[in-house]
């Protein structure tokens, strides 16, 4: 499985971007997609991830409200629209897909760099 992540972009505090991550190939397996971002000098951490069949999604406190996650509905593209930025959410921005059965998150996109000035 391939992920192509891109939408990523330099905006002000307050402005909005949409993420958009296509994956290809052997994609039926697919459980989750999520986003996940890694801000200089901190660890990678999960932001939301929806199910490829029901469509349920998590997020993290910290975007809850601002941040909304989706799919199409042949589940094989995964967005993230993001209101409301703040400079706190600069970061690389990495979409992945968990296959059924397994723990992890084992395919990843190339990660597409998102900058929030104040």
């Known amino acids: 499985v391939l992920l192509q992540a891109s939408g990523g972009g330099l905006v002000q505090a307050g402005a909005s971007l949409r993420l958009s991550c296509a994956a290809s190939g052997r994609t039926f397996s697919t459980l989750l997609l999520a986003w996940f971002r890694q801000a200089p000098g901190k660890e990678r951490e999960v932001v939301a991830s929806?199910?490829?069949?029901?469509?349920?999604?998590v997020y993290a406190d910290s975007v809850k409200g601002r941040f909304t996650i989706s799919r199409d509905r042949a589940g094989d593209t995964v967005y993230l629209q993001m209101d409301s930025l703040e400079p706190e959410d600069t970061a690389v921005y990495y979409c992945?897909?968990?296959?059924?059965?397994?723990?992890?998150?084992?395919?990843w996109g190339q990660g597409t760099l998102v900058t929030v000035s104040s």
């Open positions: 992945a897909l968990r296959r059924t059965g397994r723990p992890d998150y084992s395919a």
């Open positions: 929806i199910a490829r069949g029901t469509g349920n999604t």
